[in-house]
């Protein structure tokens, strides 16, 4: 996307999560920041420890925003207004969260922008979507997409007494990858018909497609019959997690069951369990599965996760150890593919590593810059829009600019 310029109007995660895949792929991604309080994830502290890390890197700022350029710039001021529309003119996508009251009151909308460059691509991400009674609702991934959406409710334990709490901007992330997609298809279609196009995602909308088998099998079959297993009863014991002797745990992924039943009988040291006609057939393992799903579970429970790693190396069918986040970045395919970039803290004393888009192009995994401070960027992008510095400094003496 070498050439593709972009302007975000955006904050938090959701939105600028797309604006960091797009400058991975080469796009000059422009960062709109209030002049006085930026981001306002920012200031945003997770947990006891805050958000910062090594060198004062905001880890929770870092993975959504590295790779652009930070410009401090008040819109809702007519001189900032004014630079704005000057920097979309030059723009070939329009990126925001805004909600479409906010765009309509700081005069942002679809038709404000076509006005000053009739062929900008305009992507929005929403909580809950552009149309309807509550399309001006503001929306986070843990309300809108996780709660709302449906997600935690169908990744809910029906034995745990609360549903489960997601991680950080776990729809977030998904979400900004979404609107990268569709920003894509439409440079695409801007490029064969010269056509640009309205980008919109929700969250309330990427959370029925992450869970859309469940929502497709209940208006089919209607809630009461949507089919919900505890692990103490899967239908199929061969996809299941078993605890180990060192309480970790591992997933058996053994889909095709009568197939790899055999196989799964020697891993485990059973081969009685082969021809036992509790467990032989479908059928029969799925009558028996409590009874089977224990008896697994007494084996898995006799070795270390090191030693099931040995024996499941050899298994045909297909399994995980539930990993931590250290043993992600350790993984030796995570680092054979690329997949955490290192890049350097501004005053380059220190080196992280972000975790890169799912996307590769040729097989190389691109190089990452970190997020820019807040405004970083400011002269260098009103000098390109053709104003002087005496210009500059009389919008940052009006505290339009910073």
């Known amino acids: 996307m070498q050439g593709v310029k972009v302007l975000e109007v955006a904050a938090w995660t959701f939105v600028p999560a797309a604006g960091a895949v797009l400058a991975d792929w080469g796009a000059d991604v422009i960062k709109v920041e209030h002049p006085e309080t930026g981001d306002p994830q920012r200031g945003l502290s997770v947990g006891a420890v805050g958000a910062r890390g090594v060198g004062g890197v905001s880890f929770i700022m870092e993975q959504p925003n590295r790779g652009k350029r930070s410009i401090g710039l008040d819109f809702t001021s007519d001189d900032g207004r004014a630079l704005l529309l000057k920097l979309a003119a030059e723009c070939d996508v329009f990126l925001t969260n805004l909600l479409p009251g906010s765009l309509e009151r700081a005069r942002l909308t679809v038709e404000d922008l ?13 909580g809950y979507g552009v149309r309807g009674p509550e399309a001006n609702m503001g929306g986070f991934d843990g309300a809108s997409y996780f709660s709302r959406g449906g997600v935690a409710g169908m990744l809910h334990d029906p034995a745990a007494p609360w549903p489960p709490m997601q991680r950080p901007a776990f729809g977030d992330i998904v979400g900004g990858f979404a609107i990268a997609s569709g920003i894509a298809a439409a440079l695409y279609k801007r490029e064969k ?28 079959l209607g809630e009461a019959n949507l089919p919900r297993f505890t692990t103490d009863e899967m239908p199929n014991p061969l996809v299941n997690y078993y605890r180990t002797s060192d309480d970790r745990y591992v997933q058996l992924m053994f889909l095709q069951a009568d197939k790899l039943w055999p196989d799964a009988c020697r891993l485990m040291d059973k081969p009685e369990w082969k021809d036992d006609p509790r467990f032989a057939t479908g059928p029969a393992r799925f009558e028996n599965r409590v009874e089977l799903i224990s008896e697994m579970r007494k084996v898995f429970e006799q070795k270390t996760v090191a030693e099931w790693r040995a024996i499941l190396s050899t298994a045909q069918g297909v399994w995980a150890v539930v990993q931590t986040p250290q043993e992600v970045l350790d993984d030796v395919q995570t680092v054979a593919n690329g997949y955490m970039r290192p890049v350097r803290t501004l005053d380059g004393e220190h080196t992280y590593d972000l975790v890169m888009n799912p996307v590769q192009f040729d097989e190389t995994p691109p190089d990452l810059v970190r997020a820019p401070d807040a405004g970083q960027h400011t002269d260098e992008l009103l000098l390109e829009l053709g104003m002087d510095y005496d210009e500059i400094v009389e919008l940052k003496v009006a505290g339009v600019i910073n």
């Open 193 to 220: 018909t010269g056509e640009p196009s309205v980008v919109d995602v929700s969250l309330l909308g990427l959370a029925a497609w992450q869970i859309s088998p469940d929502l497709v099998a209940t208006g089919l």
């Open 114 to 126: 076509r006005a000053v460059n009739p062929k900008i691509i305009y992507a929005r991400g929403t």
